[in-house]
């Protein structure tokens, strides 16, 4: 079977995502500064160079926060206050080519993307 290679454009982003990875000291996880900076440098790099997805993103989470359930509801039903983490292919590509071991379903993890990326990872408007 034959597989597509990576297009020109993320050929360019990924060489400069990994020169600035090994200029910052090759950073594993986003819990240093030099693992933010990068982090910082990969949301950077995919809003430039994937606007239309972050546009689609974006709008399709404005509308799941908008019909998102009320707390008291989410308190009663048992199965209605589940969440998942949720990232835009092309980023989530981009991040697990550039943090290979960092858990991006891991609560700790995504909670920390909230906080830094409120627009653009937040999943209810309670968090």
């Known amino acids: 079977m034959f597989y597509e290679g990576p ?6 982003t990924i060489t ?3 020169r600035l990875a090994i200029k910052l000291g090759n950073p594993t996880d ?3 500064e030099s693992g933010l900076k990068l982090m910082d440098a990969v949301v950077g790099v995919w809003q ?13 989470r404005a509308i799941d926060l ?10 009663s039903d048992k199965s209605a206050g589940y969440n998942p983490a949720g990232y835009p292919p092309m980023l989530f590509k981009l991040i697990k080519i550039m943090f290979p071991d960092l858990k991006l ?16 990872f937040s999943t209810s408007n309670y968090v």
């Open 7 to 12: 297009s020109e454009q993320e050929l360019l």
């Open 16 to 18: 400069f995502l990994d």
């Open 30 to 32: 986003i819990e240093t």
């Open 48 to 60: 430039k160079h994937f606007p239309q997805e972050g546009e689609d993103w974006t709008h399709d």
């Open 66 to 75: 908008e019909y998102e359930k009320s707390l008291s509801y989410l308190a």
């Open 105 to 120: 379903q891991n609560k700790k993890v995504f909670k920390k993307l909230i906080k830094i990326y409120p627009d653009l």
